[in-house]
Structures are given as C-alpha cells and as structure tokens.
C-alpha cells in the first residue's frame, strides 16, 4: 500500500523521518511528492496511492478522479476547506484532519501579535499591558481553549462564545461563557477569532459585530481570512481610528488596510500560526498514525467527511 505525502510547502525532515517510520513499521511504503510545481505532478503522483497526507494543498474533484485506489485523505493540520469533501464522499474517500496538534503553536502567536500591538508595534512609545484586560474568545476549540490559558497567564479575564460547546465546559475551565457572538464583542477588550471557515461563517464577521466593539477594541484573527466580510472591516477601520485588527492571514485588500489603519493593522505576511517545529511534527506524525489505524483497524474517529 502507498502513503503518499504530497506537500507544496514541505514538512521539516524530522517531521518526515517520524511518518517514515509510522508508515513502514506498519508494512506501507511511503512516497513523498514535495515542492511540486504544477496541478500535473500532483494529478501523476496520486495516481497509485491508497493514502494521502496533505497540508494546505488542494485537493478537489479532478485530484480524487485522478486517484481511483485512494481510501483516505489526511489533512495535517486543523482547517480542511482545502479539501472537496463532497467529492471525496462521492468517491468514498474517507478525509480527516489532526485536530489539536497544531493549537497551542496558534494560540502562542496570538499572544505575539497582541502584545506587539499593545506595544504600539515597537515604535519606541509608552503602550499597555494585557493584565486586567478582557479577552473574548470566538469558538472555544482546540486553540481557544490553549488561547485561554496563556490569557490566564497573562492575568487578563477570560470569556468564550462558541455555538456548539456546552457552556458548562467553558466554564469548568474558569472561563466566562457568554450565550452570543454580539455579547462577545460588545463586552471584550480584545477578541480573538477561532471559527472554523465554513458555508454558515463565511463573511460573518462583519458591520454588526464590529460595531459592538468598545472603545480600543483589538480583534485578532488566526482563522482564516474567509470569515471577515473584508470589505465591512476597511469601512470600520475607517470610522473607528480607535480599533486594531491583527492577522495572521493577509487579507485580499492589505494594501488599502494598511493605507486605512496604519499604526493599528499588521498582518504576517504569510500565514504563520502552525509554523513550529513542534506543531510540524506533531501534525505530521498524527496524520500517518491515523493512516495506519484507519487502513489496519479501521478507526474513522477523526473522519470529517
Ligand atoms: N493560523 C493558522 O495557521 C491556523 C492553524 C490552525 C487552525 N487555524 C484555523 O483556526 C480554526 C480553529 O482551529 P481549532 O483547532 O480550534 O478548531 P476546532 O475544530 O478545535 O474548534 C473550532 C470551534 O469552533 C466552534 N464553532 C464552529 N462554528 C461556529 C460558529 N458558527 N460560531 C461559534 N463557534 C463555532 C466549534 O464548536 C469548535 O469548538 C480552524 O478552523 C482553522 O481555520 C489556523
């Protein structure tokens, strides 16, 4: 049976040398296809795979066409709106993701992004503290939850909004649960964005959410750029010179947000959240793991399709 690894942006080798080993102790053979510089590799490569382990590569319809022995799609790494699930259900490929593995490197980079912004971006001027701020937090998963940890350690009050998680969970972590996104934003200091991009979020952070913010409201977004109605956060960064945003997914209209907000908007310029060599690995090795219990026992806990 072949595993193949098919990464636009590679794993890091030690990374590899754990599928490796995931993969062949259970009697596979892994093939790697990394770098490739055209859809046609991609389309040659997965022609004979049964598995396959992704990052943020795209896999849509003509991809699974173009692998009639597949059985199985690993995205290694949290968000899967790179995969197209319907045809991958059509085709009974079954996809997952490695939730978990790469969230705390995520929730690390909010507290970089907040204190560098709390910082007046070390521009040599007197700025704030993030202790006795009130941090919400959209979507209590796996990196709001390690989100609201650090903001502990950091002495800030907590509070979460999440549409799915019982609020009694929230809770038992000593956070906050607010019942709405509107009493997220209206009543938080900073907001920190960990919706999953998906038909019901898309564009759903907008006019009537960003209103509610107070005065000297920060919203940091390591989701993705798709839940933002962008061009509703130009506006708003417009009318409120008082309002940050940071993000670690540069938005289609960067050139005229930093026009709009400068002093007040950063964006890394590539995504950067999972960029660790522990989250690396980890993702990395997670996903052959899955493989390998899928093929041999058939475990589909982490399916997502
Ligand atoms: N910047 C990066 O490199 C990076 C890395 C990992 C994840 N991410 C993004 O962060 C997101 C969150 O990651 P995660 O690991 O915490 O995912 P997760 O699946 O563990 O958590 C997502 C949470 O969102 C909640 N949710 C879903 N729809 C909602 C809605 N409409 N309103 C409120 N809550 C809702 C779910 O109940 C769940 O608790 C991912 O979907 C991904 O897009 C970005």
Known sequence: MKVLVATDKPFAPVAIEGIRREVEVAGFSLALLEKYSSKEQLL????????????SDLIDAEVIAAAPKLKIVVRAGAGY?????DAASKAGVCVMNTPGQNSNAVA?????????AFRNFYNGSSGFELKGKRIGIHAYGNVGRNVARIAKGFGMEVAAYDAFCPAASIEADGVKALPSAEELYASCDVVSLHIPAT??????IGKILLEKMPKGA??????RKEVIDEEALLLFMKERPDFKYLTDILPANDAAMQEAGKGRYFSTPKKMGAQTAEANINAGIAAAQQIVDFLKN????????
Request: hydrophobic share 50%.
């Open 199 to 204: 038909e019901q979020t898309k564009k759903s």
């Open 81 to 85: 709106d790179n995969v197209d699930l």
């Open 218 to 223: 920060v919203l940091v977004n390591t989701a």
């Open 44 to 55: 040659e490569a997965v022609a004979d795979a049964e598995a396959l382990i992704i990052r």
């Open 298 to 305: 058939g475990n589909e806990s982490f399916r997502v399709n």
């Open 108 to 116: 690390e980079l909010v507290f970089g992004l907040l204190v560098f």
